[in-house]
């Protein structure tokens, strides 16, 4: 009998299941969702006291650039959101991906525009 093997989808599921097991956002410190698709990156600042989104963001919000500069953008955009709602500390959840590439320029430039995590 042969093994299946584990398919990429899969090894990001059981990432992120781990990463949730440990990271829960409350009302003074959200959480900072991230999904990465082939295309686009999208951002949540999630409350998952009250089961809430409280700012979110997209790279479909920036027409032009590469993927790279798109990914830092989201990150400023998603840290002035988050100012506008008062907040200024996060937790990270990286949805089970990477933290290299989008996600790392991403996260940086977020930490650049004021947010802390």
Do not use: C, W
Request: charged share 35%.
């Amino acid at each position: 009998m042969m093994k299946r093997s584990v398919t990429k989808s899969e090894k990001r599921d059981r990432r992120h299941r781990r990463i949730r097991a440990r990271v829960v956002g409350t009302t003074e410190k959200p959480r900072l969702s991230v999904f990465r698709s082939n295309t686009t990156l999208y951002v949540q600042l999630i409350d998952d006291s009250q089961g809430r989104t409280l700012a979110q963001a997209s790279t479909k919000e920036i027409t032009k650039g590469k993927a790279s500069d798109k990914a830092k953008a989201i990150g400023e955009l998603i840290a002035k959101r988050a100012g506008e709602k008062g907040v200024t500390t996060v937790v990270f959840d990286r949805g089970g991906f990477i933290y290299a590439g989008r996600i790392e320029m991403l996260a940086d430039s977020a930490r650049a525009a004021g947010l802390k995590f």
